[in-house]
């Protein structure tokens, strides 16, 4: 019987690892491609302020995109488990654009760990800021 155990044991372990392993996603294989029809094409070249702000048709999109590639790790509606940052609170304006247009073209990776991929190019310049016009509609003060 303690065999067993042991042997059980070990195998769970060799499960769990496996699993571990593979959990692991490459950026462009977790994220779902949004459609930006109606939006202004914006085309490689970064906007340094989001041109979308306030656009009504912008901010359906970004939370329909937020909640289909951000909130797995930064939380429904924008509120974080602890797990990633809650973007509820990014500063307001040019700052905010500025902080957010780094991390989705950089992405966050501290001592060779991925915290977070780059999501661009995989979702595109359109996408990206339509998911922060939906973020402006969520904002909250510190």
């Not at 490459?26 to 306030?54: C, F, M, Q, S």
Request: charged share 20%.
């Amino acid at each position: 019987m303690n065999k067993f155990i042991v042997t059980a044991g070990a195998a769970l372990a060799v499960v769990v690892a496996a699993a571990i392993g593979t959990a692991s996603v490459r950026a462009d294989e977790a994220i779902h491609p949004v459609k930006t029809d109606g939006l202004k094409p914006l085309g490689t070249t970064w906007a340094k302020v989001n041109p979308y702000r306030g656009n009504k048709l912008a901010i359906k999109i970004g939370a329909d995109a937020f909640n289909q590639n951000c909130a797995r790790c930064h939380g429904l509606e924008a509120i974080s488990g602890g797990i990633a940052p809650d973007l509820r609170f990014l500063p307001e304006g040019a700052e905010g654009d500025e902080w957010f247009a780094y991390r989705v073209q950089n992405g966050s990776v501290r001592d060779g760990r991925v915290y977070m991929p780059k999501m661009y190019p995989t979702l595109s310049q359109e996408t990206l800021w339509a998911i922060r016009s939906w973020l402006d509609t969520v904002r909250q003060d510190n």
